[in-house]
Structures are given as C-alpha cells and as structure tokens.
C-alpha cells in the first residue's frame, strides 16, 4: 500500500535532515564538505518529491481528503525546494559572496525549512492514515451485512451465490488489515491483530461447512449450536480488528491485560534495585505487597490438580524464601533510613541481592513446571486420539459413545486451557502473553464446536456434509496445537535469551504479488539435470493445459444441467468444499461436474486450483520442484 511507501521516505528525509542541521558550523568549510552537504540537500528533495507523488496520488484516490492531501504535499515540496537551495554552494572552497544565502549564511532557515518539511509530512501520514482506517472500517461493514444476510439464508442456492460475495470480501478485508498490522509499531497491538485475524481465517471455513450442515439439517438443534458458535466468534473477532485499528474500545474502556507472574516479578525487581539510587523514594510496605501480589497467584500453579507434588513443594518453598529474603531486605532498609544514609549501605546491598536471586529462582521454578506440563500435553495428544475416536462414533451413529469421548476431549481442553492460562505467566513478553490467551480463547472455544459437530455427524451418520464438519472443527484443533508448539519454543527462547526471529502473521497474498508477506526467495542455480525436468514438466503441463481446453469446448457444446451448474458455481472460493449432494442418476456426471467446477474456476484463487487438479485428478508429482524458480517456471 502506498502508506508504505510514504513511510519509508519519511525515514529517509529525517536522517538527512539531521545531517543537515548538524553540520558542525566552522569558519572555513572545504570543497569536499561543501559538495558532501550539496548531495544530500538534493537527496532530501528527490526523497520529498517521491513521498509528495505518493501523497497526491492518493490524493486523487480519496476525494472527500483531496484539498487538505494536496495543501500539505505542497507544503513539503516547498520545504524540499527551500532545503535544496540552501544547500546548493556550489563547488567554492569560500561561501558566495554574491548575497545569495546558504545553509553556512543561515542555519535558521535551515531549521525553519526543515521543521515546515517534517510538520507536512507528518500532516500526509495522519491523512493518510485517516484513509487507511476508513478503508478498513468500509469493508468491515460490508463484511458484516453479508454476515447477517448469510446467518439468514434458507437454500443452497441463495447461500451459494452470497458466500461468494462473502469470500470476496474477507479476501479484501485480510489485505487490508494485513497491511495495517505489519504497518504497526506497537508489538502488542500486532499481536492482537495478528490473533483477531487468525479467528477469522480459520472461522471462515468453519463457517461454510457449519452453515451447510444446517442448512442440509435444519431441524437439528446440535447443527444450529455449532453455526451459531461460528457466527458469534466471527463478529467478535470483526470487533476486537476494529478497537486496535481505531484505537477505541466501547465505553470508554481500557484493555488492559490481566497481571502475569513475569509482570509482577519484574516490577517487583526493578523497585528493589531502584533502592540503590533512593532510600527514601518508597514505603516500606510498597515491597512486601508486591511480592505477596506474586505469591498469591503462583496459586495457579499449586492449586492445579495436574501440579505435581514435587513441583508444589518447591513453589511453596520458593515463595517462603522470597518473603524472608525481602522481610530482611526491609530491616536492613530501615537501619539505613535510621542512619540518615545517603546510599545502600553493604548489609543493604546485600540483601538486595539475595532479594532478586530468591525471585529469579523462582520465576526458573515456575518456568519449568508450565513449559514442562506444556510439553508433556503436546506429547500425549499428538495422535489426536479423542478426536479420532469422535469421527468413528459419529460415523457409526453412536450416540452413547459419542457423549464419552466428548467428556474425554472436555478434560483435554480444560488441561489445555489451564496449561495456556499458566504459559502466560511465564511468557517474558507482553505480545507472547496476548498470544496465549489467544491460545486459551481458541481451546475454550473449539472444543464444544468439535462436541456439537459430532453430535450432529452421530444424528445423521450418512451425511456427508457433517462428516466434512466435523473434519474441519477437528483440524482446527490439530492446527492450534501445532500453532501452541510454536509458541512453546518461543517461550524457551526467550527465558535463555534467544529472540528468534518473529513470526508474522500470514494471511492470503495480494492478486499478482504470490509472496507479499513472504522474504523475496534468492534464485539458485540449477544443474543440467534439473533443468531438463523442469523443460519435460513444463512441456508436460502445456500439453494437459491444452487437453482441458479441448474438454471444456466439448462440454460448451452441450446443453447439459450439470454444465450450467458448474458455471453458476465456478466463481465460489474454496469450491471443492462446495459440492453438494446433487441428486442426479449419472454418476460421471457428478465426477465430470468436480473437474469442471476446477476448471472454470477463474477466481483469485485460480492457481491453488490447477494445482489441486494435476495432484488429485491427473497424479503429477510436484515433489521434485525443490526451488521456487523451478514452481514459478512450472505454473507459468
């Protein structure tokens, strides 16, 4: 987005600017400097040229902020013209004498010139940004009234025909807010951005087979639960992108994130060793209350009924040693204050030290019970056992075996939510905090849709269509157990002091950008036998590009139903979720019908398509493209 681009020049104009004013004013100035302080005077005004064609330009986009974008584009290119003549000095060793004044005659126009520049430019990026969240803001309504529109559907056709305008729009929405998170300089806001759009991705699909279900169902009570589940999830999370693009919350009210340990223990650190600089600046009770904060909620942790007696014995030792610590850190505090000292005294600065030890090791200690739990979890679920035990009894119509295996994966949730609750208070940053309630919401959440969903497959266990379901509510499990080890290992890191690299929330790419949010893959050089699979393969797709031409001319020809119902279902993102059980006699026909609906499919998502086509339907091993350039010369 251009607000990008505007950015990235404002970052460039201010640090030649400051090397500008900053010149060191000297007598005499030499050739060399004046030609140094002449090149980047022309650079600033190249970079405010690029930064003022990109506020005009969108400008013109934006009619309604059309005069205000233009007076300060002006404003910046004036500026940009004034800092460029002041610098211009020619290539004299001495100053020009022809009264002409430079930056050597008048550093105060120089300062002036460049405040009025950084003043416009500002006023472009708040414009700028006005427009950025009014964009989101339009599309989030749009989004919202075909929300309602499918919440009320009564057939397959008119849910058909208006998910495809509801896909259309969340793809516009995902760019948009995409662009606003990786815009952000706060790193919580991104989190939460990053959280809010990942519910709304995966509740997209969720969505789509919840609704079909109902709608193949629609007496079935566990089928609505589950769809309205998905409804009331996606506009919440609709609401949470709106509070951090607009900065607002309804009410007047402040999110403010729940108190971890880590939080508490770091404050409580920052305050004991803040003695050392003022004896008197605190109450002696302002400590010992903190650390009690600390203590009473480590009761998460010890009052756990997966806690371990072990691990429950050495929290609570922990928490008596801290307190003895700190009661003697406030006696040897108050002796100094009795003295009249000026600065901790050694039996002061002592006790400070053990202060902050006996807290590290317990903030260790709490560390390793929640990261140890956390990872035994994803242990003793990674086969997804309550999960696959759902779909058999749902598919055998079992509703007694059902209701038990829901109390199974209940008890699994509950752990989960309870071991993310106690991630969080070990998790060393505030955007890792807001990930694992992320993580929390997203178990609490899941685990009765996956509960409804089964009910529903066990009341009609020929249904395909909440067989599909189940599946979907099912991977999103597994996915967010997956997203949970990620989150794990980033935990570790940063408790050792390794800081990955952070990871950024991916979203669908922009129309003809395949990598927008992705790292620009260095091209490598391929050897001759790669190379002469990468001619046999590309020649191998043209030729059943060229057959599937043929095909689809043939079935042109034809006045057939299924053709024309293909056509009215080519435009549908996601279409091979989109079958339904068409009752129709000639089995083929259904077959020839998939094919079709992916070969017609020209929506933004077409390449993901033919692809899905050569895998399934023609079996083309894509395994041997190992490099990028090899998959883009393939698809090209």
Not at 341 to 356: D, F, G, Q, R
Request: charged letters at 25%; a negative charge; proline letters at 2%.
């Amino acid at each position: 987005f251009k607000c990008s681009e505007i950015s990235q020049d404002q970052l460039c104009c201010e640090f030649k600017i400051t090397t500008l004013i900053n010149h060191k004013d000297k007598p005499k100035k030499s050739e060399r400097t004046q030609q140094a302080i002449q090149r980047v005077g022309q650079a600033v005004s190249v970079a405010v040229g690029r930064f003022v064609a990109v506020g005009e330009a969108i400008a013109v986009e934006n009619e309604e902020l059309k005069e205000e974008m233009g007076m300060a584009c002006f404003e910046a290119r004036r500026a940009g013209d004034a800092i460029a003549q002041l610098t211009d000095v020619g290539t004299a060793v001495t100053p020009p004498v022809d009264g002409r004044t430079t930056v050597f005659s008048d550093r105060t126009g120089m300062v002036k010139a460049a405040r009025m520049l950084l003043s416009s430019v500002t006023k472009v990026l708040v414009l700028a940004d006005r427009i950025v969240i009014k964009q989101i803001i339009t599309s989030r309504n749009k989004v919202l009234v075909t929300l309602e529109q499918l919440e009320r559907v009564s057939t397959f056709q008119e849910f058909v025909q208006i998910f495809s305008q509801f896909g259309n729009q969340m793809v516009e929405f995902a760019h948009l807010t995409g662009d606003r998170q990786n815009d952000l300089k706060d790193e919580n806001k991104k989190a939460r951005m990053a959280a809010a759009r990942a519910v709304l991705e995966k509740c997209t699909m969720m969505l789509l087979t919840a609704s079909k279900t109902c709608l193949r169902h629609p007496d079935c009570e566990s089928a609505r639960i589950n769809k309205d589940a998905v409804f009331h999830r996606m506009r919440f999370a609709l609401e949470q992108v709106m509070e951090i693009v607009t900065d607002a919350r309804p009410c007047g009210e402040t999110k403010v994130l729940p108190l971890s340990i880590y939080t508490g223990i770091k404050d409580f650190k920052s305050n004991v060793e803040g003695l050392r600089e003022g004896l008197y600046l605190l109450p002696h009770q302002a400590l010992s209350g903190q650390l009690e904060a600390v203590v009473e909620r480590t009761e998460d942790f010890t009052d756990s009924a997966y806690t371990s007696h072990e691990h429950r014995e050495g929290i609570l030792q922990l928490c008596q040693l801290a307190r003895q610590d700190t009661d003697q850190l406030i006696t040897a505090w108050m002796e100094a204050q009795s003295l009249n000292a000026k600065e901790a005294t050694e039996e002061m600065e002592l006790s400070i030290l053990k202060t902050c030890q006996s807290v590290y090791e317990l903030r260790r200690e709490l560390h390793k019970v929640a990261v140890g739990r956390a990872a035994d979890l994803l242990k003793l679920h990674a086969e997804h056992l309550p999960l696959r035990a759902l779909k058999a009894s749902g598919g055998e119509g079992n509703l007694e075996a059902v209701a038990e295996y829901a109390r199974t994966l209940g008890e699994q949730k509950e752990q989960l939510v309870e071991t993310c609750r106690l991630l969080c208070h070990v998790s060393g940053t505030e955007p890792l905090e807001i990930t694992c309630i992320h993580a929390e919401e997203t178990f609490h959440v899941i685990g009765p849709q996956i509960i409804s969903a089964a009910q529903t497959l066990a009341l009609h266990p020929s249904s395909k269509i909440a067989k599909e379901n189940l599946d979907v509510f099912c991977e999103a499990w597994e996915s967010q157990l997956c997203d949970m080890a990620v989150l794990l290992r980033e935990i570790n890191d940063v408790f050792e002091g390794r800081r990955g690299d952070k990871r950024a929330y991916m979203s669908l790419p922009r129309p003809g950008k395949h990598s927008a949010n992705l790292k620009t893959v260095k091209a490598v050089k391929l050897d001759a036998e790669e190379q002469s699979t990468i001619a046999k393969l590309g020649l191998e797709l043209r030729l059943l590009t060229s057959d599937m031409d043929t095909e689809v001319e043939k079935w042109e020809d034809q006045e057939h139903d299924i053709v024309r119902q293909g056509q009215s279902l080519s435009s549908m993102p996601g279409i091979d979720h989109l079958c339904m059980d068409i009752e129709v006699e000639d089995t083929d026909a259904i077959t020839n019908l998939v094919d079709m609906m992916c070969i017609v499919n020209i929506h933004y998502n077409a390449k993901s398509m033919w692809i899905w086509l050569f895998q399934q339907a023609l079996a083309i091993e894509w395994s041997v493209l190992k490099s990028s350039v090899a998959f883009n010369l393939a698809l090209s």
